[in-house]
């Protein structure tokens, strides 16, 4: 079955706006109100669903419960997810700081930078330096990690963590990183999403 990253993404979205629904008191959906919810359209919500065997029914919908546990099942997300962080900077902090990881059983097991000032092996999510980052993915077995130094340092960064074991990467270093078939990199750059929404409103403006 071939599935693309913007379907996944679609059913992420879905299982977000199942939670709110379902911190609202709902217990059915029907596939418009998922469309809806993330701009999307009912046919799309469907189709996505019959990749992986999920329907609902046409007249009772869909159990938020039920579909909820399928997602999750699907995700793997009844199981923890470890992850490292590169980079304790400005995002890097902010990243290890968020809240609801923990409510998606998200761990960030520990943090690497350059800086020996932020080195704290005392501290709930232990700052290590550099040297230790691929000792420390191969004894744990880690697969995921995020990425946030300056884009000068983003490939090194990754090359090390590829040979030592990650699969997966989010990177929010602002540069495309060179990768092997078997690594996934999902590039988030921040810069270029504010830069889009501010050409926009200045488009939005000279309408006006």
Same mark, same amino acid.
């Given at each position: $079955? !071939? &599935?693309?990253?913007n379907?996944?993404?679609?059913?992420?979205?879905?299982? =977000? @706006?199942?939670?709110? $629904? !379902? &911190?609202?008191?709902?217990?059915?959906?029907?596939?418009?109100?998922l469309? =809806? @919810?993330?701009?999307?359209?009912s046919?799309?919500v469907?189709?996505?669903?019959s990749?992986?065997?999920?329907?609902?029914?046409?007249?009772?919908?869909?159990?938020?419960?039920?579909?909820?546990d399928?997602?999750?099942?699907?995700?793997?997300?009844?199981?923890m997810?470890?992850i490292?962080v590169v980079?304790?900077?400005?995002?890097?902090?902010?990243?290890?700081?968020?809240?609801?990881?923990?409510?998606?059983?998200?761990l960030?097991?520990?943090?690497?930078?350059?800086?020996?000032?932020?080195?704290d092996?005392?501290a709930?999510?232990?700052?290590l330096p550099?040297e230790?980052?691929?000792?420390?993915?191969?004894?744990n077995?880690?697969?995921?990690?995020?990425?946030?130094?300056?884009?000068?340092?983003?490939?090194?960064?990754?090359?090390?963590m590829?040979?030592?074991?990650?699969?997966?990467?989010?990177?929010?270093?602002?540069?495309?990183?060179?990768?092997?078939?078997?690594?996934?990199v999902?590039?988030?750059?921040?810069?270029?999403e504010i830069?889009?929404v501010?050409?926009?409103?200045?488009a939005?403006?000279?309408?006006?």
């Amino acid at each position: $079955m !071939k &599935t693309t990253k913007n379907c996944i993404t679609r059913l992420y979205q879905y299982r =977000e @706006a199942l939670y709110r $629904m !379902k &911190t609202s008191g709902c217990q059915k959906v029907f596939s418009n109100d998922l469309a =809806e @919810a993330i701009g999307a359209n009912s046919s799309q919500v469907r189709k996505d669903f019959s990749l992986f065997g999920i329907s609902g029914n046409k007249r009772g919908g869909y159990g938020i419960h039920e579909l909820m546990d399928q997602l999750d099942t699907l995700f793997n997300k009844n199981q923890m997810r470890k992850i490292i962080v590169v980079g304790v900077g400005n995002i890097g902090r902010a990243l290890m700081n968020y809240e609801s990881f923990a409510r998606e059983l998200i761990l960030i097991e520990a943090a690497f930078d350059i800086d020996p000032m932020k080195y704290d092996r005392e501290a709930l999510i232990p700052v290590l330096p550099m040297e230790e980052l691929q000792d420390y993915i191969t004894h744990n077995k880690i697969k995921m990690a995020i990425i946030a130094v300056p884009y000068f340092a983003a490939q090194q960064v990754f090359d090390l963590m590829s040979a030592a074991g990650i699969r997966g990467v989010v990177n929010f270093s602002p540069v495309s990183l060179k990768t092997p078939e078997d690594v996934f990199v999902n590039n988030v750059n921040v810069q270029l999403e504010i830069d889009i929404v501010h050409y926009f409103v200045n488009a939005l403006d000279k309408k006006e």
